[in-house]
């Protein structure tokens, strides 16, 4: 699956994006993703097979970068209770 190459952003809901996060290729309702519509369907908490990064975009090295540190303060909290 690959992202369609537009110079206009079609969300899943028809209206126009301006900065989309992912693509999302379910036959129903293909398009464009923003980070609010994401949370609202829930795309990422269901680990959507549909649902295609857009790696370029900020909002996943953010994303990635905040989970790292989670996981460190995570193994760093359960090192000093032990």
């Not at 829930?42 to 905040?66: A, G, P, T």
């Amino acid at each position: 699956m690959s992202i369609p190459q537009t110079d206009k952003y079609c969300g899943i809901d028809g209206l126009e994006l301006k900065d989309p996060v992912a693509y999302c290729h379910y036959w129903r309702h293909k398009g464009f993703l923003g980070k609010n519509m994401m949370k609202q369907h829930q795309c990422l908490s269901k680990e959507c097979k549909y649902l295609e990064k857009i790696e370029s975009h900020s909002f996943w090295k953010r994303r990635r970068l905040r989970n790292l540190n989670k996981r460190k303060k995570r193994k760093e909290w359960k090192e000093r209770t032990l």
